[in-house]
């Protein structure tokens, strides 16, 4: 039953798919795991978004991570409003690169010296290059179902859109670029340790999220990042953490603020970029100085530290400094948390949570979901006709079981009993 008509979007959509691959510019959006068609999104405001219709729905989704303080926020229109009138790209350096680098190391102390670039995918893919250029080692370490975005070596075992769609490997990928990625089990620290005793001199760097987000939100065990840490000095690895999904979201510093953790290179996103395409990496001193024009180690961008993007960024964190602000994602996120699971129980629906702070995924499993073989125990049809009935009762969320809903600022406690009650009448449906 569709309670909210949308014949706007489906026109869009059939549109879309003459001119775009599948319709979409990002594969997940397809909404092909829950057997549904995108919607075509017209603004956002606060906490929700409006489709082309002229519905609207609570959105849990809020740009997959950088709408923490919900959309089109006024102070951040603002910002922008006010560097636009300047110009928009120069290709040149600007004061506002500056500025954001010294914003970012002052949230992020272990980012010395910070580069920014245009998107998440660039920053690992960047940190990466980088790794293997300062080590001359090849082989790099990554997570079973973590996703660091689209790079050729890092889409072995990948989660997100790949893990959605049932894409473990991507074609294109070279024979030779997949070889040099060794995959272990998310939260497996003796899988590390064993690889490291066999061919640590050859492994380059270890890649983690911070929290893993894209096989859903599934958080790291007690002392797994210190292990990991632990184990990469010892074997002159470098400790790449990618903190796009989770920096400046979980705590202002991350979840290495979190954690305790000093990684030797980190990548943020989302947030970072106040909405607009910017990412950096960053890390110790003496690694970062290997990029060029110091080093050998090539990187670049003509549209990196962009001052549109970076006027937003700066104003974002200015934002997200204030006092209060990360105890009042955690009071709705808990909230959150204990209205799914309560309506989970109530229809008797076997479910779990898992969340850190702000970013949550409700996994259709009795649970604990620890890995991604763990979150491959959930009932997807479960959570498509959990997802249709939710958007129908105006909520958006993520259009996938192996991704996080994201907790927004912008929503009230009244917003977030608005989104248990339809998940609760949702779930009694059937
Ligand atoms: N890879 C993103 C989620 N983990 C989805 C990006 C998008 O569709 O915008």
């Known amino acids: 039953?569709?309670?909210?008509?949308?014949?706007?979007?489906?026109?869009?959509?059939?549109?879309?798919?003459?001119?775009?691959?599948?319709?979409?510019?990002s594969p997940v959006r397809a909404c092909r795991q829950v057997g549904g068609e995108p919607l075509f999104i017209a603004r956002g405001e606060g906490g929700r978004v409006y489709d082309v219709d002229g519905n609207e729905y609570l959105d849990l989704v809020g740009s997959w991570g950088p709408m923490i303080l919900g959309h089109a926020h006024p102070e951040i229109l603002a910002a922008i409003a006010r560097t636009l009138a300047n110009g928009t790209s120069f290709g040149a350096p600007t004061a506002l690169e500056v500025e954001f680098a010294e914003a970012v190391r002052a949230a992020v102390p272990s980012m010395e010296k910070v580069r920014a670039v245009s998107s998440g995918t660039e920053a690992t893919m960047s940190a990466l290059r980088l790794a293997r250029g300062?080590?001359?080692?090849?082989?790099?370490?990554?997570?079973?179902?973590?996703?660091?975005?689209?790079?050729?070596?890092?889409?072995v075992a990948a989660g997100s859109g790949a893990a959605t769609l049932g894409i473990p490997g991507s074609a294109g990928v070279t024979e030779g670029a997949a070889a040099d990625t060794?995959?272990?089990?998310?939260?497996?620290?003796?899988?590390i340790e064993r690889i490291l005793a066999a061919r640590g001199a050859e492994v380059a760097a270890i890649i983690v999220e911070g929290i893993p987000g894209n096989m859903g939100c599934v958080?790291?065990?007690?002392?797994?990042?210190?292990?990991?840490?632990?184990?990469?000095?010892?074997?002159?690895?470098?400790?790449i953490m990618d903190e796009v999904m989770t920096g400046f979201r979980v705590a202002y510093g991350g979840a290495?603020?979190?954690?305790?953790?000093?990684?030797?290179?980190t990548c943020v996103g989302k947030i970072v970029g106040g909405g607009l395409p910017a990412a950096a990496f960053g890390g110790k001193a003496a690694i970062m100085d290997h990029l060029a024009p110091l080093g050998p180690v090539y990187q670049a961008g003509t549209l990196s530290g962009n001052p549109i993007a970076m006027a937003a960024g700066l104003k974002m964190l200015e934002l997200l400094r204030r006092p209060g602000t990360y105890e009042r994602l955690e009071s709705l996120s808990a909230r959150l948390e204990i209205g799914l699971l309560g309506?989970?129980?109530?229809?008797?629906?076997?479910?779990?949570?898992?969340?850190?702070?702000?970013?949550?995924?409700?996994?259709?499993?009795?649970?604990?979901?620890?890995?991604y073989?763990?979150?491959?125990?959930?009932?997807?049809?479960?959570?498509?006709?959990?997802?249709?009935?939710?958007?129908?009762?105006?909520?958006?969320?993520?259009?996938?079981?192996?991704?996080?809903?994201?907790?927004?600022?912008?929503?009230?406690?009244?917003?977030?009993?608005?989104?248990?009650?339809?998940?609760?009448?949702?779930?009694?449906?059937g």
């Not at 958080?219 to 400790?239: C, E, M, N, Q, S």
């Not at 600022?409 to 248990?420: M, P, T």
């Open 1 to 25: 039953m569709t309670l909210r008509p949308t014949p706007r979007s489906a026109e869009i959509f059939a549109r879309a798919q003459a001119v775009i691959p599948g319709g979409v510019n």
């Open 256 to 265: 290495q603020a979190v954690y305790g953790i000093t990684p030797d290179l």
């Open 343 to 371: 309506a989970c129980r109530a229809a008797g629906v076997p479910a779990c949570v898992e969340r850190v702070g702000s970013m949550l995924t409700l996994f259709f499993t009795a649970g604990p979901v620890t890995d």
């Open 219 to 239: 958080p790291p065990a007690p002392g797994y990042l210190a292990g990991i840490r632990d184990l990469t000095t010892k074997h002159g690895v470098i400790f």
């Open 182 to 191: 060794l995959t272990v089990p998310h939260n497996d620290l003796p899988a």
């Open 373 to 429: 073989a763990s979150a491959k125990t959930c009932d997807l049809a479960r959570f498509a006709s959990f997802f249709r009935g939710m958007r129908d009762r105006g909520v958006s969320l993520p259009p996938s079981q192996f991704e996080a809903m994201f907790v927004s600022l912008a929503f009230s406690d009244d917003d977030i009993d608005a989104i248990v009650t339809a998940a609760a009448q949702t779930l009694a449906a």
């Open 134 to 155: 300062v080590t001359g080692r090849k082989v790099i370490i990554k997570i079973d179902g973590a996703y660091h975005g689209h790079s050729d070596s890092l889409l």
